[in-house]
């Protein structure tokens, strides 16, 4: 409360994709969302984000909820799991559907890439072609695969700004940055963009701590929030922790799996957490630690992490 406003109550999370173990670098993510909950007074929830189901390894959310249980990390509701929300990313979608902004599109990877040669410029961003728009004006026999999310909403390109607590003013236009981005995929699997702009609202999420190499997402996130008529929470991506090859770690590059056996190890990696957080090294047990860690957090420069 300030100023008499009610201003809503502080919800954080932490959304691991249940791809692996947590690593040394997903550590700094739950750490940090963690941290930024407790030093609100907030709550601090766990979602599974397991609806990429070829990506996910049996087991591995089981791993992750016991690994963020040894550092200490426990969360205050049961852990969701997306698997079990497709309902709700439906109702989503036909809610855009129904206004407008979202199309069935029947394009193969192929018709993309002729549709871009023709045009002469095949637009490509982090690998993906950007899609051209082909379907916007109806499938033309063509049976539906994916569903697309209109950005040329009006015909105008839609340019999205927004301040990230750490990275400051980001702007990003997405129409023609990203272009009309996949909800629903060709194989029937609920897009990431979608499932976690729906979940973070249903959650009253009000905060987003996570790494910085989902920065680029939050334009498209924002886009889908506004769509549905959602609230936009606050963003701060944190420091990534970099692999051999100079890239973000993961387990591609090297990232071993957390060694959590003894309270040593544990300290171990919450200190090597911190320490990318700009936090001092804490010493003494696990509980005085992250209380530590929670008071400088706290404190007026707490989440003042260099960029
Ligand atoms: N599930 C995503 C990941 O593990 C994180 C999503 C998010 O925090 O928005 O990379």
Redesign the pocket.
Known sequence: MRDGLSQPPYIG?????PTGPLHAG?LV?ALASWLDARAHGGQWLVRI?DVDTPRCVPGAADTILQQLASCGLLPDAPAVYQSQRGALYQQALDQLTRAGLAYPCGCTRQDIASALAIKGHARERHGELIYPGTCRAGLRGKPARAWRFLTLQTGQSTKVSWTDRRLGLQTQNVSEQVGDFVLRRADGLWA?QLA?VVDDAAQGVTD?V??E??AD?TARQILLQRALGLPTPRYLHTPLVLGANGEKLSKQNGAQALLLSDPLAVLAALNTAATCLHLPAASGTLTEALAQWVKQWAAPMGTKIPR
């Open positions: 999370r932490f959304a691991p994709s997903s993510a984000e990431y976690v987003v996570r790494g190499d989902l997402n």
